[in-house]
């Protein structure tokens, strides 16, 4: 096991960008960190008040990136990842739907969607290193607790909570009016405190 | 037997920090390292996620507390592991809360931390997600793919494990040993030591 070492210092900074740059559209409101990483060859759409944290990565090659109004999405999360299942991969054509989020969505750390017309409803949470197959359809205001895996196909109804490794219960306690509100408040804070530079990706 | 990483691959300051180059520290000036810590290549702190609300608001003079992220001694956070600070609504308005580490927490590989406290003594394991203002005393064994939720209590000298997590046992009589990371320390670094077996 004995490899050469190499004595070549290592760059502190991030890794150039692999892949080409995507064709984005922003809303001029929303919070973009400058280590965000956007590939891809299909269009990326952003809408109003997003927020995207450094080292999220958006992919765009199998298909187009639709973010609705006031979703964060959290660092170290894929969207439109290229699956292994169920997922088109590189290639598609042209106005092939990758993954489309709603309005209110948080995507945690770690978490990753798969491309391949992933449909997202609005108000969901997507917990820490969660996993959501191409095709997926998650409703709208669902919890998907840390380390959930959504089935590539999938289809989850509105107001669901998945926990403690695939079982399923439904939403009943009517917060999802509140949960928005405190998506807003939080995208107000997120605002000022990361520099958002959506210029490097235009 | 560990192959020599190659050189400078770590960057050791006075206090015998040893922090990987290749490690994601975002907001530098909030992050505080009690010493002897060891961050190893793609662990992701997030110091930009300091607390909007002061909690004496009058207090002029003093200069504001804007840690984001307290890490006491002996601490280790391996490869890929993420800590961020909790944040949530408090009188009508969304702050973010410091994250406390206390000394000798190992936070395994994958492991995401958004707990409020983390006390001494604590081995995380690999793929743990810890909910947001968590509490975590002395002496806890968190084993591989727990899941925290949320504001969790979790008491000293508690083996914690499952998705949610549940306390499954105790700590052994005798068992704190297994806690120290000082010999930890020392395998990693530009210098490294094999591990004593």
Redesign the interface.
Known sequence: ???P??????S?LPPAQAGPKPPVQFSSSITIAD?AILIGTHPITISTESVIH??AQLNSLGGRITIGRRCIVH??STVGAVGTEGGRGAGGTAEQSGVTLGDYVTVE??ASIETGDTVVGEGTNI???SKIGGGAVVGKHCTL???TVVAAGDVIPDYTVI???GLRRQDRRGVAELRNK?QA??I??LK???PSSPAKFQ | MSRRPPRGEYIETDTGNKVARKATLVGTQNIMLGGKTVIMPEAMIRGDLVRTLQPSPSSSGAAPNNTAVAIGRYCFLSRGCCLRPPGRLYKGLFTYMPLRLGDHVFVGPGSVVQAATVGNYVHIGAKVAIGEFAIIKDYVRILDDTVVPPNMVIPSFSIVAGQPARVIGEVPEGGHEAFELRELYKTVGNNPQPAPV
């Not at chain 1, 070492?5 to 290592?10: F, I, L, N, V």
């Open positions: 096991m004995a490899a070492s190499s004595s070549k210092r290592h502190i280590s450094p080292r660092e170290r750390v770690g917990g820490v290193g607790t840390p380390y926990y403690s490794n405190g408040r939080q107000e804070v000022r405190m990361i």
